[in-house]
């Protein structure tokens, strides 16, 4: 074997071969490039700490210029002549390489530039095996690749690069009959999957990284380019079509080839099967999403541990997001598989991510270069025939270069507002757009009212805090790992709080609570909607001050539900719930909880029953107990706190009580009805029919 490497001159005249365009019109954007990354001369941005970053609920504008303030970027003094973002094609380079550096700064770590002297490469045909050496300094890092070239086919080859093995996890069939050379990254190589250590090989060739500060993304992707390098210096021996190349992988191989294709400009075709979240799924819609891959829960092997600072509430911080990682691969051709199957893959997430990227597409009339098929019906990764024609279709425009139709757009997410998240680009402030239902659907309570004679005595309220809202609080009770209550089970009933509230929309909710815990050893709850498994929440501290905190995300339907919560370690202070279907953290003592007068923490011998029957028509009947004669008010509330009528106004000895109420006038509705008398102050819930 003759290792060798490519001459500088040679690569300056490709270069300058596919970079080289004049016009910007549809028909003449460049498909693919001749270098890695052709804003690899333009300087980063300003970078911002979490501290300092504005929180943009909606997706970012990729269009906007990362020195922006979003917030401002319609002032025409602080951005004259719209210069606070651009959708010219001749800045795309410039912006796209802003991307680039926001992706690797905040979530993956640097990919090492390397110079083309400092690589060489051998082709093996007796073993089909392509070898790359990678030097920096007097360190060396070795990459193998075995290539199968189809029987019958014809040089230049086009190629497709599969994570882990030749095609990835599509079928190699389709490829072979195509005549597509298969070439397969054995990533570990360069950093090993499930396990990898600051003596993996790329650690150990650029020392500068490591475990804490880097991530494996970045070292995986800066492997498929290296792999690219080495087609490029053995093309007399091996002529692999350099305008043809793929690259694809699944599951957390499909996020390594979407990274891999975004960031090397010479790929003509990413990509991604179920790549999830990490992968096309954007942070931001998968924050709204249960039981999903979001930001604080995918893999800290994966990204940088700098990254984690910015999940729940903070994904908001994010000066990018993943439909901007996706529109990296814009102009070039990128086709997406999801399988709504697999929950853990935030499909719903891809879709709105997916169609907000096509916009950078659509913006140049290039937007049949872009194609997605999200439908469920299969195995995790797995690639059946009836859906073969959605990657003949790409692969033989854009691997071969045949004249066929690429608009493949094929979603069970078609109803999901996506514009929602994006109807703010060039035309507002970066304000979210209400949901397909109309306005947001927020419900408040004060955490004390929920403390009733027959739930919640596993917390007591106290009113020692003027911070809190109402002035009163509920503590935890519970003990930590005590006999009677050990930490990995949930209490009983009696041990929990509820609250009932009733949706008209089909979305997903986030259920808040303004926290007060101190540290680590009181900062953890049982929490469960309807009813669900509990799960446990924990590393909610939020230090001496009041804080809002996302418990849980739910997506509900229209409907009564509730969110139950159990006490788990003693001493975590719960002032006040929310359950929203906003994006918008609540902020402050939040909004008033519709239902006055929250109890207190005196029940001796009171009592309200439920109402029967519950749905009622024209009456219902209703009981309560006092310890003492008492003037005793029951009102009919609606779900707002608006008093609609006063049922019952008289005073009753001692004693247990039944009473008849008159709904006769009431418009059919959700309601509450309400008992006050002396200190004691309850309220629940009456639907009526009409």
Not at 171 to 191: E, K, M
Not at 513 to 519: G, S, T
Not at 655 to 678: C, M, N, R, T
């Amino acid at each position: 074997m003759i290792m060798k490497k490519i001459t500088f001159l040679r690569w300056f005249v490709c270069a300058i071969l596919f970079c080289s365009f004049s016009t910007v019109s549809a028909d003449d954007l460049p498909l693919v490039y001749g270098v890695e990354n052709t804003g690899a001369a333009y300087p980063a941005p300003d970078y911002t700490t979490l501290e300092n970053a504005p929180s943009i609920i909606p997706l970012p504008d990729p269009f906007m210029w990362a020195n922006t303030d979003p917030r401002q970027w319609m002032n025409e003094t602080l951005y004259p002549n719209g210069s606070a973002r651009s959708t010219d094609f001749a800045d795309w380079s410039r912006r796209r390489a802003e991307i680039v550096h926001q992706i690797q700064h905040y979530e993956i770590g640097e990919k090492p530039a390397v110079k083309r002297e400092d690589v060489t490469a051998s082709w093996d045909a007796e073993n089909n095996t392509l070898t790359v050496v990678v030097e920096n300094g007097e360190r060396t890092l070795t990459i193998t690749s075995r290539i199968t070239i189809p029987e019958g086919s014809t040089a230049p080859y086009p190629a497709v690069i599969g994570m882990n093995s030749g095609t990835g996890s599509l079928p190699a069939a389709l490829f072979s009959s195509r005549g597509i050379a298969q070439i397969a990254f054995s990533h570990n190589q360069v950093t090993t999957y499930s396990g990898h250590s600051n003596e993996d090989p790329f650690y150990r060739l650029y020392p500068q990284f490591n475990v804490d500060n880097h991530g494996q993304y970045a070292a995986w992707a800066w492997g498929v380019s290296r792999i690219i390098d080495g087609l490029e210096i053995v093309r007399d021996e091996l002529p692999i079509d350099m305008q043809h190349i793929a690259v694809t992988g699944c599951s957390y191989a499909g996020k390594m080839a979407l990274f891999a294709g975004a960031l090397d400009e010479r790929v003509a075709l990413t990509i991604p099967q179920e790549s999830g979240g990490g992968g096309v799924a954007a942070w931001r819609v998968s924050e709204t999403l249960g039981g999903v891959e979001n930001l604080g829960a995918t893999s800290h092997e994966w990204f940088k541990e700098g990254m984690f600072a910015y999940s729940g509430t903070n994904t908001a911080k994010l000066p990018h997001d993943h439909h901007a990682l996706a529109a990296l691969v814009a102009p070039r051709a990128l086709l997406v598989y999801g399988n709504p199957d697999y929950t853990w893959l935030a499909d719903q997430s891809g879709h709105v991510s997916i169609l907000a990227a096509k916009e950078v597409w659509k913006t140049w009339d290039i937007e049949d270069r872009v194609g997605y098929y999200i439908e469920r019906g299969r195995a995790h990764c797995a690639f059946p025939e009836n859906i073969h024609y959605t990657l003949e279709c790409f692969l033989d425009r854009f691997l071969l270069g045949r004249d066929v139709e690429t608009n493949i757009s094929e979603s069970e997410f078609e109803n999901v507002d996506h514009n929602r998240w994006i109807s703010w680009w060039g035309n507002t402030p970066p304000e979210m757009g209400a949901p397909p239902g109309g306005d947001y659907e927020s419900f408040w309570a004060e955490a004390e009212r929920l403390v009733t004679p027959t739930q919640g005595n596993g917390w007591t309220v106290l009113d020692d805090d003027e911070e809190a809202s109402n002035g009163k609080y509920i503590v935890e009770l519970g003990q930590n790992g005590s006999s009677d209550q050990p930490l990995n089970s949930a209490p009983g009933p009696e041990g929990c709080i509820v609250f009932p509230f009733t949706v008209t929309q089909q979305e997903s909710f986030f259920i808040y609570a303004r926290l007060r815990c101190k540290d680590a050893d009181d900062d953890s709850f049982w929490v469960k909607v309807d009813n669900g498994n509990f799960g446990m929440i924990n590393g909610l501290a939020t230090g001496d001050v009041w804080t809002w905190k996302n418990l849980v995300n739910a997506p509900l339907t229209p409907g009564e539900h509730s969110v139950t919560i159990g006490y788990r370690e003693n001493g975590g202070k719960v002032d006040k719930l929310c359950i929203t279907n906003s994006p918008y953290a609540p902020e402050g003592k939040g909004e008033d909880d519709p239902l006055p007068n929250p109890v207190i923490a005196i029940f001796d011998g009171y009592s309200l029953g439920y109402s029967y029957p519950n749905p009622a028509v024209d009456n219902a009947t209703l009981s309560f107990s006092i310890p003492r004669k008492s003037l005793v008010t029951i009102r009919l509330i609606d779900t707002k706190g608006t008093e609609i009528k006063i049922l019952k106004k008289a005073e009753y000895p001692e004693g247990k009580h039944s009473i008849e109420i008159d709904l006769g006038e009431i418009a059919p509705g959700v309601y509450f009805y309400q008992i006050q008398a002396g200190p004691y102050n309850e309220a629940k819930k009456l639907i009526v029919t009409g």
